[in-house]
């Protein structure tokens, strides 16, 4: 199992963090997690890392494959995923903006052990819309701190699989991760976080 992972997909977000905005005819920004990043959803507690003092959340829609495939015809993607949920890409933005400095990759910020946290999944018929048409948050503290809509995405759910699956070939049982709006911040020991997708609360997490 894999967990592919899209950068710079929602615009809200890329402005927050003083980037260039994107454009749809751009190719997806793509990174890796290894399965060891995993915190699935019968864990709810995330223990943050010693090596760093500035670990954020980022909130995503996360579909899971269900049948292998590469080259896959964006037109065709819809058939290759079912299940969805909302996850959190946690990052130690201390340690990437030190890489991203020295230009160097930033994997170690990114994929550490625990740093992509899922929820409960559901089918995508769950909601019956679109799967480019659903809302999502995260609450902090029972705040909302970050809200979206998947059609806010400069790439789609299909285009990153068709993307994706020229490079990778994509297995059942991997993840991938889409990209988070604007709202990413710092979580502290005792912090609660909750995701729903639509009325839906798929994800509960205290930070440790």
């Known amino acids: 199992m894999k967990i592919i992972c899209v950068g710079l997909n929602y615009q809200s977000h890329n402005k927050e ?20 990043a995993l915190l699935s959803n019968n ?3 995330f223990y943050i890392p010693d090596f760093s003092s500035e670990i ?3 909130a995503e829609v ?11 015809a964006e037109r065709f993607a819809h058939r290759y995923y079912n299940e969805i949920t909302i996850g959190i890409d946690f990052t130690a933005r201390d340690i990437q903006a030190g ?4 230009s160097q990759p930033w994997e170690i910020s990114k994929a550490f052990d625990n740093s992509a946290a899922i929820g409960a999944f559901v089918s995508k018929e769950k909601y019956q819309k679109d799967i480019q048409n659903l809302n999502f948050s995260l609450k902090k503290n029972a705040e909302i701190v970050q809200s979206g809509n998947t059609s ?16 990778f070939t994509l297995k059942t049982g991997d993840l991938i991760f889409t990209g988070t709006p604007a709202g990413v911040g710092k979580v502290q020991i005792g912090d609660h976080l909750s995701g729903k997708i639509e009325d839906n609360e798929l994800l509960d997490l205290y930070i440790c």
Request: charged share 35%; net charge positive.
């Open 99 to 102: 890489l991203k400095e020295r």
């Open 152 to 167: 806010e995405m400069i790439h789609s759910v299909d285009k990153i699989i068709a993307f994706a699956s020229r490079f």
């Open 17 to 36: 963090m003083k980037r260039g905005l994107s454009s749809k005819d751009d190719d997806p920004v793509l990174f890796m997690k290894p399965d060891t």
């Open 62 to 72: 996360v579909v899971r494959i269900d049948k292998m495939g590469k080259n896959i």
């Open 56 to 58: 954020h959340y980022e």
């Open 43 to 45: 864990k709810n507690q």
